[in-house]
């Protein structure tokens, strides 16, 4: 009824762990120590290069500072968060979960996701300085990017916080290919998130999570949100991955536009046209 859960990073091997991967499934993880109730064991290979890169990107700090892992005393014991060498690819968390936010006042939403914002927007900035703030990124990209991508973050970051009800990892990675950036959490996913802060998705009858992320990409209730995220994205040529349980939409330039030219952005709230579920 209630197995034992045991984490195994034996296989973990230098310069083949997926950032992304790692902060998914640190969001996971911490689900499942929440629902035990203690930080679950981690079995991990004795590789200084493989430890070295987990504590450099904050993995073990988080692990411990949140409860989600417990691992054998004196297995990183020479690895401090003040030792951390400078690396192009660090994971961060916020945890600031609203309790008593209402999705019926918007202006106390309006307010809390706005105070939100900046805090993590400052602190994103703060915290990956090893990747925004040299000489290369200056050179290699456009020194606004930065400020483009801890703006989206904190956006995401805050969705995560307030509709999600869970704590927000974030991982970024830069390296010859671009930048990229993760935001995960181990919440109540789109589809229960939109029917608790927008009623007219039951009134459609919106039910499988597919539907919920297409019409999450879509509609625009707010200034900034995630239809402003993934136009911000594209335009300087990247594209945006979001997922939720059993599925996942990669928005592209080509299938933006498309799915923009289909949908219906006055009726939307009555209407479901077959064009927006096919």
Known sequence: KTPEIIWVFRFIEQKK??????????????????????????ILQWDPYTLRFLNDISFFKNSKELNILTWPEGMIGGLSETDRVKTKTKIIYFNNVPKNVSYEKDDVVNEWKEENRENINNS?????????????FSEEWNNRLKYLLSEITSELAVNSL????????IGVQKSSRGITVCICDGGI????????????ILDLGVNTNIESLLYASLIKKY???????IEE???????????SYD????WEKFNWQNANDLFDKENYKTTRSEEHTS
């Open 17 to 42: 762990m997926s950032m992304s991967a790692l902060t998914a499934f640190l969001s996971i993880a911490k689900s499942l120590s929440d629902y035990y109730k203690k930080p679950l064991p981690i």
């Open 223 to 229: 200034d900034i949100g995630l239809r402003s995220v």
């Open 247 to 250: 599925c996942e939409i990669r």
């Open 162 to 169: 307030l509709h999600g009800k869970e704590t927000a990892f």
């Open 233 to 243: 994205v594209l335009d300087t040529g990247g594209w945006v991955t979001i997922s």
């Open 124 to 136: 994103f900035l703060v915290n990956f300085s090893d990747i925004f703030f040299d000489t290369i």
């Open 189 to 200: 996913g789109f589809l229960e998130s939109m029917r608790k802060s927008n009623k007219w």
